[in-house]
């Protein structure tokens, strides 16, 4: 700091702070040599106060929030390349977390956008029914109705007439506590059709639709129906397709022209045109509808088995192609949601006891006894009482 007169450090005001010369004006001699330099005045700590400690101080990379090596285990240098997220072992199990979700995911949304495209129609009749049994019954009608079906598909197919809308098939699927039982009803069975007199119950179909199927149904064997399904020609053609084949066993070599079925006796894996040829065969033989029945039955189980196989819903491409199929040849009654559809279709895949009803002849005319006695059974979802007597693959008593 300049002095007064400008000639340097040497005021005497700061003498106390730098020391003093050997006399005033004189030259402030060097630091080292000062005998009295500048000195740190001691802290003397309060009486009861611990000395204060200095703190640890931590590495840069903890200053800012890192964290630290465990013990143990050398630093990493600054310098060293990062590792690739896809070397991580949790990478992977995030991976496959998500790719569950996206599958489980599109095994949901695809029935309910199936489903959503579904015909529901009005089955139940008025009037006086039977009234609530236990247990669930369902009437499974395959129709012979074209409809969808263009002139070359139906040659193929071996449809005839674009016209036809008659029940093929018919079958009454009961399940509750007993065993799950199918009861096929032969077409030409006659019967009372309320208002139109006795005929075949084929006909009640395109006499008076659904509702009066199932009245007449209901009023022969007293048994009330909870729910409807039908399929058509092309319906069961696309399913089966869709699954990949399924397995028929005829026991007996089969050539039946209506149908166009040429087939060797033996299990076999069958297309969906086959199978439909299958189901429908019956100039072949000399009972006729009742050897129809029974095949028709062997072809539903085979198709429930393979609709509800792990295969078809692992298989992303099979799962949606049966999915597919299910809008354009597939109608369900009213009231039957995704679930009571997949109960049914549940249900289809296992039925202990499957047979024809009673019949009294090859004319499938019903022995009434036999037949009441069986759809007591039913009615009262005491299936396990069910004997081999009542039911039989042909309804014909053994």
Wanted: aromatic share 8%; with cysteine.
């Amino acid at each position: 700091m300049a002095g007064k007169d400008g000639t340097g450090d040497d005021d005497p005001d700061y003498d106390w702070i730098y020391g003093s010369g050997s006399g005033t004006g004189s030259a402030r001699p060097p630091r080292g040599d000062d005998p009295e330099p500048t000195r740190r005045i001691p802290v003397q700590p309060r009486p009861g106060t611990p000395p204060p400690r200095r703190p640890d101080r931590l590495p840069p990379a903890q200053q800012y929030g890192a964290t630290p090596e465990p013990a143990g285990r050398p630093a990493s240098p600054s310098w060293a390349p990062r590792t690739s997220r896809w070397k991580r072992p949790r990478t992977y199990v995030r991976l496959v977390v998500l790719l569950l979700v996206v599958w489980l995911a599109f095994l949901v949304a695809v029935p309910l956008f199936t489903w959503s495209k579904v015909d529901k129609v009005a089955f139940e009749p008025k009037g006086d029914r039977p009234a609530d049994q236990p247990g669930t019954t369902y009437l499974l009608v395959g129709s012979d109705s074209r409809a969808g079906l263009s002139p070359a598909e139906r040659r193929k197919l071996h449809t005839g007439n674009a016209a036809s809308e008659l029940t093929d098939t018919m079958m009454l699927l009961h399940t509750g506590d007993g065993p799950t039982t199918l009861v096929s009803i032969p077409r030409d069975s006659p019967l009372d059709i309320p208002g139109h007199g006795v005929s075949k119950v084929n006909s009640a179909f395109s006499k008076g639709g659904i509702p009066l199927l199932v009245q007449t149904l209901e009023k022969a064997t007293g048994v009330r129906i909870d729910g409807y399904v039908e399929i058509g020609f092309g319906g069961l053609v696309g399913v089966v397709d869709a699954v990949g084949g399924i397995e028929i066993c005829p026991k007996r070599n089969i050539r039946d022209k209506p149908s166009g079925l040429n087939v060797k006796k033996g299990c076999q894996e069958v297309d969906g045109a086959t199978a439909l040829a299958y189901a429908r065969a019956r100039k072949y033989s000399p009972i006729s509808d009742l050897a129809r029945v029974q095949q028709q039955r062997e072809v539903v189980a085979a198709v429930g088995k393979k609709v509800l196989s792990p295969w078809s819903v692992a298989n992303p491409v099979r799962y949606w192609r049966l999915n597919a199929a299910v809008p354009d040849f597939f109608r369900f009654g009213e009231g039957m949601g995704p679930w009571g559809a997949a109960q049914w279709a549940l249900a289809m895949t296992d039925t202990p006891k499957s047979c024809t009803v009673p019949l009294a002849g090859a004319d499938a005319s019903w022995d009434r006894k036999r037949a009441g006695q069986l759809f007591d059974i039913i009615a009262e979802d005491r299936t396990d009482d069910i004997t081999p007597q009542l039911c039989t693959a042909t309804g014909l008593a053994d």
